[in-house]
Nanobody, 120 residues
Framework: QGEVVESGGGLVQAGGSLRLSCAVSRSIFSSAFVGWYRQPPGKPRDLVAS???????NYADSVKGRFTISRDNADYTVYLQMNNLKPEDTAVYYC??????????????WGQGTQVTVSS
């Protein structure tokens, strides 16, 4: 396994819910800024939600009020709870953990992605 592993995708009807999990390596979790991104077919990858090491969340306008990002320091996992899903939420969802090293060098660790499909 890599530093970041996503799970929890699937097929759901519009209005339904899914919870995505992002398991982050213990060696980097406590210092990692974590973001969930999504990439619909033929479109660029965009940031959906992020959470700081202190647990402060931030959301794209398109998901505010429907998605909740959280981090569990006990099991080194960041979750994305997605409610009231819409067909336009269909995409491959990726998790990225970012750490900062010497001289402010940033290291990005991407997961393999998990497919979310919302049917109308």
């Amino acid at each position: 396994q890599g530093e970041v592993v996503e799970s929890g995708g699937g097929l759901v009807q519009a209005g339904g819910s899914l919870r995505l999990s992002c398991a982050v390596s213990r060696s980097i979790f406590s210092s990692a800024f974590v973001g969930w991104y999504r990439q619909p077919p033929g479109k660029p990858r965009d940031l959906v939600a992020s959470i700081t090491t202190g647990g402060v969340p931030n959301y794209a306008d398109s998901v505010k009020g429907r998605f909740t990002i959280s981090r569990d320091n006990a099991d080194y996992t960041v979750y994305l709870q997605m409610n009231n899903l819409k067909p336009e939420d269909t995409a491959v969802y990726y998790c990225k953990a970012q750490t900062t090293g010497k001289a402010w060098t940033r290291y990005n660790y991407w997961g393999q992605g998990t497919q979310v499909t919302v049917s109308s």
